[in-house]
């Protein structure tokens, strides 16, 4: 049984302070070994990548077979099952037509001295989406990071996925294929990370990285930060269900599980008005944990990062939700659309009881790359914005520069820097006839 | 005279990729210096904060004197004159202006199955504006940055700037004044930084930190990254004019100064399809060169960074400045209109000729925190949507759970990731009627 805390307790400030502060990851040191294979990647490129790969991955691959090829490709997708194909296209017709509705406008207005003012958008060229290997290779991630760059019209989209000793998962393929990946490369970590930043003989580099991964590749993607655009660095991930009694405690035992059988360090907290029924949700964790498939891993969670929280209310859930910043937040209640105007800060609402997380990692159409350890409170989920990039426009007439630049000259000499000032009056001059 | 370089000529490829990767910055490491500052203000907080202040600013404080009182604020505000002070307010009246347009939409729609998704934008709590003190202390700046601040509705607003010696700007406290700013603390460097991302006895911590520092202040913003929000880590300012022949060529030599004067490695570069206009720039600049202020800090970056690039036509200038993906870009040219939609990668385009990018530093409306070093490839400038955040939304009926769970069932168990599935199953099956 995980934490148990009630907030009319005198203890419980103490306790909520340590979980929101509980550091679940010990990440870690892999920079030195970071930068020396970005180096090593920058030098010598295309041999670099090859080395390493055979190193850490135990695959053989040329600057021929660094990328797989259209047959390759054909080959993995026909093992797929028509009906997890099926399942794939649907996610990603619903994952398309809601970020679809995400693509931001272009404006342009006059203002009253006549000048034209507004802004444009424009796609990132290329971007590259980093798929981890082995266990955590999932399809869903390349529908939720490759969709919204197709959507926002990124011209060139590739992957870069590791196969260990050669193992490949058929529906990655597929659901790059689906998502319209034009290159997906065999290789990974921070080699991968380094070659789509810097580019080598073989893979041109892009403009933006993004999707998740390990030490190395979250090391990785920090230290090409500023080179190319990168995604958030994404921490363990986390759950918070507030559920009133009028629930069945064993759906509300499973969404806290599909949080916990991500990762030993993944969080799930359940907020409840009802202490009984909270306890009633700690039985039916401990009943299908017995039989979970990943119950050491859930188990771990559950007991060292889970609490069950107990609250007067549901106006007091809110307020502790606003301090967790929940990456995904359900709200099992009667009217959840009324408390979902509480809560401030959440990567992910899921409403009502209906409304399992499972469905927003998979087929809901909201992306599922979230906000992790509390960066809600000044962050997003992913989604066609970070695939796109905004040019501020600005139009002056003579007249709209008469009105307002001798502001700017003010300012500028306020600030003693002459020549701003004087790129201004120079014009102002000539309108005044004085410089003719 | 800076390089003049000429697109038909052999050398030119090799001289333009030299020229894009040119290193204008030696950024001193100062990584382990403002680790230990920023450990040392967690652990100790006020104290912390006041005696690094006694010793970078040569400034004693008392966690009572951290912030400016509003008698002190008054007080220097009074001092400022009235013309100033109407610069400002046109300022700050036209940014305003701009950025509400920038306030983002909420979403909610209903999919063919009832399922009701959409999104909803929420702005960041607290932010914390960094303002450097000494030279570089510019009440344009507060105004970039607290304008967007308040207009995305953040509650809690404050700045950090250092009074090194107790020297105080009486234009910036007005411009914080004049924005909304709550709170104005009289430190800075990475102290202050460390103090806003984590709070001390005095200082209560934000969600955001914005603006730009020296390399004390980059580097901790870097580091208090994922705790905190930040904005870009801002590179030296950078100009591209592009221009034709029918340009005063003084005019363009005050442009190309405006940014010249900012640092000694600030960039300035034309591009002309005319060659003796080109020159008769490079003369323009010799000659303004002469009598201006800052004419070394301003002679050394045109010299070292600066560049004169003759083009075939203007159709060549926009596909070399995509390669540039210039911070600012003045488009000089009889249609330039028409030559910005050819633009694909600028964090802001001044077009026309009578649009001298200062404009753009003050009073414009547009942002003046834009992205350097070519990260407008991948980045936009500062706006309101640096201040908010966006949470998803997702709500399910069981019509629509039933259309659409099976598929995220199929792909739950594909990844191995039973509990997901199994959270989708139970539900389906008390549709079904299967576990009532």
């Known amino acids: 049984m995980p934490q148990f805390l009630t907030t009319s307790e005198p203890s419980f400030e103490t306790a909520f302070t340590a979980l929101l502060g509980l550091k679940r990851e010990d990440a870690p040191d892999v920079d030195d070994a970071v930068a020396a294979i970005i180096a090593d990647v920058r030098a010598r490129g295309d041999a670099a990548v090859i080395e390493l790969t055979a ?82 290779s999932y399809p869903s991630s390349v529908l939720m990071n490759a969709v919204p760059a197709r959507v926002a ?11 260990p000793g050669g193992v490949v998962n058929p529906l990655v393929l597929l659901a790059a294929r689906i998502a319209g990946v034009d290159t997906i490369y065999r290789i ?69 599980l599909s949080q916990a059988e991500h990762d030993e360090s993944a969080q799930s907290i359940l907020i409840t008005d009802d202490a009984t029924f909270g306890r009633a949700v700690a039985a039916a964790v401990d009943k299908r944990l017995e039989t979970l498939e990943r119950r050491a891993i859930a188990g771990a969670s559950w007991l060292n990062n ?21 990456e995904h937040l359900e709200l099992c209640v009667a009217d959840p659309d009324a408390l979902a105007t509480r809560i401030t800060h959440a990567g992910a609402i899921f409403l009502g009881s209906w409304t399992p997380e499972a469905i927003g990692d998979y087929v809901g159409g ?34 709209a520069l008469a009105a307002i630049g001798p502001a700017a000259e003010r300012l500028a000499i306020s600030e003693s820097l002459q020549a701003h000032g004087l790129s201004v009056r120079a014009r102002l001059d000539r309108l005044n006839g004085g410089a003719e």
Chains 1, 2 share one sequence.
């Open 55 to 136: 190193k850490f991955d135990r695959l053989d691959l040329t600057s021929a077979t660094l990328a797989f090829t259209a047959a390759e490709i054909e080959a993995e997708c026909a093992k797929v099952s028509p009906e997890d194909r099926a399942a794939l296209e649907l996610a990603a017709d619903r994952i398309r037509a809601y970020h679809a509705r995400q693509l931001p406008e272009d404006a342009c207005w006059q203002d009253e001295h006549g000048a034209t003012l507004g802004w444009r958008w424009t796609p990132v060229s290329a971007a590259g989406l980093y798929v981890p290997g082995g266990l955590a």
């Open 153 to 163: 019209g990124v011209e060139r989209l590739v992957i870069c996925c590791p196969t």
């Open 188 to 256: 990974g970590g921070a080699q991968a990370i380094a070659a789509l930043a810097y580019g080598t003989e073989t893979i041109a580099p892009v403009d933006k990285i993004t999707g998740p991964g390990n030490a190395y590749v979250a090391a990785a993607k920090r230290r090409v930060f500023g080179r190319v655009g990168i995604d958030m660095i994404a921490g363990p991930s986390e759950i918070l269900v507030i559920a009133d009694a009028d629930n069945d405690p064993d759906w509300i035992a499973l969404d806290l």
């Open 306 to 326: 889970g609490a069950i929280i107990i609250t007067q209310d549901l106006e007091e859930a809110a307020r502790l939700s606003n301090r967790i910043a929940p």
């Open 366 to 399: 909201p992306n599922h790359v979230l906000p992790t350890a509390r960066s809600a409170r000044f962050s997003s989920g992913l989604s066609v914005m970070d695939f796109v990039k905004r040019t501020t426009l600005a139009k002056m007439t003579p007249g």
